[in-house]
């Protein structure tokens, strides 16, 4: 009964057309070369199989979703060898896995307090009145006397200093661990 | 994806800057039919840019579940600096902290020798 073109194969012909030049690129920057051909037949293979089960609504997204977190695991996986003597030493105590989730939730969480608090005090201000305490931006702008539109700038302005921390506590992690290692 | 340095890793600074101020503008729920277009165009222009856009959206989300934490921030004892680089700092500054009291304390001897010499 099956015919040799298959609904789903048509499509990801399609989608292969359509993102594999500016996934390439895309990808450069972050895996060498020879990797970058497999990530992405591991991604369309991933489709594929995916789109034998369930519907995918945007299959170009899921995709580029695929490309990236296969090329950060690799990224994550060479790291690792570094990370683990850093985790063995500072958590010599913790064997059991539901152990180690609640340190790193609480590890990430303190990561995102002090991220908070970094942040310039209007800038901080206006993060905690959006994200804790809910107020919408009219009811920040009213009460702070600024415009929405700087509402809006000073919480895209929060994102990317709160994301430029995470760089920075991953960054101080790396050096420790190399030092560890060195020594 | 978590709070961690593989946020937007690879990403160019611009693209993080403008995925930023969408979350922003989207934040606001107010947003034009026209607007929502633009929106959907640049989100599919470039790979980086939804990689960008969906990395700090889901950081952007997660900040929300943070009630409990409230006290902890804006308050001046929590501000200092990260358990790293504490602990990096560590040794260094014991180090200059005992070369301190050293000067000082041959300082204080020469003083007292001095007092000493003139009884």
Redesign the interface.
Known sequence: MKSSTKPEDICLSAVIEK?SK??KK??A??VPEAEIEEILQDSYLQLHLTARRESIANP??FV??T??NLA?NR??QKKTSERFVESHFANPEVNDQSEFKRLSLIR???????????LPPIC??VF?M???HGY??KDISQRLSIS?KT???H???A??K??DY??K????????SS?IEAA | M??????????PEEI??QA??W???L???NISASRQAVFLHWL?E???N??AF?E?SE??A???V??D??T???TPQ??PF????V??NTNPTSIQTNKDWLHFGAIALIIIGLIFANI
Do not use: M, Y
């Open positions: 993102t500016p996934l895309a990808l920057s972050l170009v997204a580029h979703r490309a990236r950060i990224l994550r990430e969480q303190q990561v995102l307090i002090d991220a908070i608090n970094q901080r201000q905690v959006r994200k804790l919408s931006h929405t509402v809006e700038n919480l895209a302005k994102i990317v709160c994301r995470f760089v506590q991953g960054a101080d992690i790396g050096l420790i030092a | 978590s709070f961690d340095e593989w946020v937007c890793f690879g990403i993080i800057q930023s101020s979350i922003a503008e934040d606001a729920g599919d470039n790979p980086q939804r990689w969906e700090l950081a952007w997660k900040t929300s943070l009630t934490i409230e902890q921030i804006e929590v501000v990260s358990r790293q680089s602990l990096s």
